[in-house]
């Protein structure tokens, strides 16, 4: 299983960014995935997550700023991040787990991707 994450890139503040992470050898449909984010000198953090079902998680703060998705037939996961601020600068990592619901914790996923880096500048 491998997981390909892009999209990061430099955003302003208030903008907007839509990540992807191409998922091979897993169907992502029959399995939870998830990003999380690490900032430097940070811990690492969950962002949200979408369960086999389509069911959808966030992390509080974020709730209504970003969205997950899925597209099944391209077994591919999205995360899109409006009205972004300096605070979400991060390395994004997508991870895929071996059940089919959502976990808040990074240690029921089993396999991520490589991370891709959103920087905001105020």
């Known amino acids: 299983v491998q997981l390909q994450a892009s999209g990061g890139g430099l955003a302003q503040a208030g903008g907007s960014l839509r990540l992807s992470c191409v998922v091979s050898?897993?169907?992502?449909?029959?399995?939870?995935l998830a990003w999380f984010r690490q900032a430097p000198g940070k811990d690492r953090e969950f962002v949200a997550a979408?369960?086999?079902?389509?069911?959808?998680t966030y992390a509080g703060t974020l709730k209504g700023r970003f969205t997950i998705s899925r597209d099944n037939a391209m077994n591919t996961v999205y995360l899109q991040m409006n009205t972004l601020e300096p605070e979400d600068t991060a390395a994004y990592y997508c991870?895929?787990?071996?059940?089919?619901?959502?976990?808040?914790?990074?240690?029921?996923?089993?396999?991520w991707g490589q991370g891709t880096q959103v920087t905001v500048s105020s």
């Open positions: 050898g897993r169907t992502v449909s029959l399995t939870a």
């Open positions: 979408i369960d086999w079902s389509g069911g959808r």
């Open positions: 991870a895929s787990g071996g059940s089919k619901y959502y976990s808040l914790s990074g240690s029921a996923y089993d396999y």
